[in-house]
């Protein structure tokens, strides 16, 4: 028996481009991305096998041309993240951080120069923020821009920087005169060197690294003009954290569909099947109420933002909720597929720990109940 997670029958409000964007991306994870994530979780590799793919879908290309509207890319990410959180971070740090920080903050030939490649897929971008000593307070990041004759010579370190090896660009933040300054950054520039990060147990098909920048030479129109402040790499932040709110969603409905499908089939005591347990049904009755809440979530976050409204504190709010009760149902799912959920044969056990992961990058739980709460009380808590 097919069942849906539509429970308050939301698909009925998608429009046609909605319907369209979720069957194209489904279509693609099925078919050319899940089939090939067992291998590369196992051997800890990105699969950049899947990249034409993603290219031809178009989702990267439209958001360059602002052509997408805020739900359907919530629902391109929900169904990228079905295949895996490290799928959907992937689009995210090109799209909603390094194609977004250009779109934002860059002057029109650094759209024109950057923008096309990106939505293509034919550079890859990625986003240095986070440094060993500084990571939920980027504020204090020690990486510096000196002006030079010519432009700025970039000196400093980051860490835990997705798609950091095989980026042609990366967007750097770094103190100028202590303010912090956005710049694009060639890798191929001599003094910059991406170390890849291995022996991860979570995001094991992720491209993570860590970046050293030695006097790194850039021309004066590397510098990203508009972003000459910690808000402005803030304001990226927000665009990736309204995507994840989305994308976890995805995850957790891998899960829970891979899960309920094996528990209708096995069998167990008087030869039923499990699903016909109350305690299991009442597990499978949380989790679809909880994925159905995150949608809701999810889609609300969606319309504001399609209104302009969307405020950094309901950003929170999704990001810190989603990603807790995805972690949530991905762990109760490993239990109820017994021994079964520890093998690379069932996906839940990869979604599970790299939930972890999105659990604490793009800000930390802590973090995001610290924005909420500042909002809630006014007294700023973070120190
Ligand atoms: C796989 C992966 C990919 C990533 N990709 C990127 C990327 O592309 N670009 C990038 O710039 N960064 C990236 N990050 C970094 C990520 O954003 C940081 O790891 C995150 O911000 C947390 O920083 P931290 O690891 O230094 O933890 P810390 O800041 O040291 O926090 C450790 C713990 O202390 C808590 N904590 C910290 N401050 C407070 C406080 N004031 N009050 C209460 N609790 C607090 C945190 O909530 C957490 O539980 C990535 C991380 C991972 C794991």
């Known amino acids: 028996m097919e069942t849906t997670l539509d429970l308050l029958d939301l698909e009925a409000d998608w429009t046609g481009e909605h319907k369209e964007i979720v069957s194209s991306v489904r279509r693609y994870v099925d078919t050319e991305v899940l089939p090939r994530m067992k291998e590369h979780q196992r051997a800890g590799t990105f699969p950049k096998d899947v990249l034409p793919g993603l290219a031809k879908l178009g989702l990267l290309e439209a958001l360059a041309t602002n052509s997408l509207d805020p739900v359907a890319y919530g629902l391109a990410m929900r169904e990228l993240e079905r295949a895996g959180s490290t799928i959907r971070s992937f689009a995210s740090v090109q799209g909603s951080l390094v194609m977004s920080a250009i779109e934002m903050l860059g002057t029109d030939s650094q759209k024109k120069e950057w923008l096309p490649s990106l939505g293509r897929l034919e550079a890859i971008g990625c986003f240095g923020l986070t440094e060993p000593d500084f990571g939920s307070n980027p504020a204090g990041m ?23 090896m095989a980026a042609k660009v990366a967007v750097i933040w770094a103190k100028l005169d202590g303010t912090v300054n956005g710049f694009l950054v060639p890798t191929a520039t001599p003094g910059f060197e991406a170390r890849e990060i291995r ?13 050293f920048l030695q006097d790194v030479e850039v021309p004066e129109s590397a510098r990203l003009p508009k972003a000459q402040s910690l808000g402005s790499a803030l304001k990226c932040l927000n665009q990736a954290r309204y995507g994840i709110a989305w994308g976890v969603v995805g995850a957790a409905m891998a899960c829970f569909e891979e899960t309920r499908r094996y528990l209708v089939e096995r069998p167990q005591f008087n030869g039923r099947p499990l699903a016909s347990h109350q305690l299991i049904q009442s597990k499978l009755a949380w989790m679809a109420t909880e994925i159905t809440t995150m949608q809701l979530l ?14 950094p504190q309901q ?9 807790r009760k995805a972690l949530e149902v991905a762990r109760t799912c490993r239990d109820l597929l017994g021994a079964a959920g520890i093998h690379h044969e069932h996906h839940v056990g990869r979604h599970l720990t790299d939930l972890e992961t999105v659990l604490t990058y793009e800000g930390t739980e802590h973090i995001h109940s610290l924005i909420l709460g500042e909002h809630l009380t006014g007294i700023p808590a973070y120190v």
């Open 142 to 164: 020690r990486t510096k821009a000196e002006k030079t004759a010519k432009g700025y010579k970039l000196s400093g370190q980051k860490c835990w920087i997705t798609n950091g």
């Open 199 to 211: 022996d991860k147990w979570s995001f094991r098909t992720s491209d993570t690294a860590e970046l």
């Open 298 to 311: 999810a889609k609300r976050l969606g319309e504001l933002k399609s209104e302009d409204r969307l405020q």
């Open 315 to 323: 950003v929170s709010l999704g990001k810190m909720n989603n990603c």
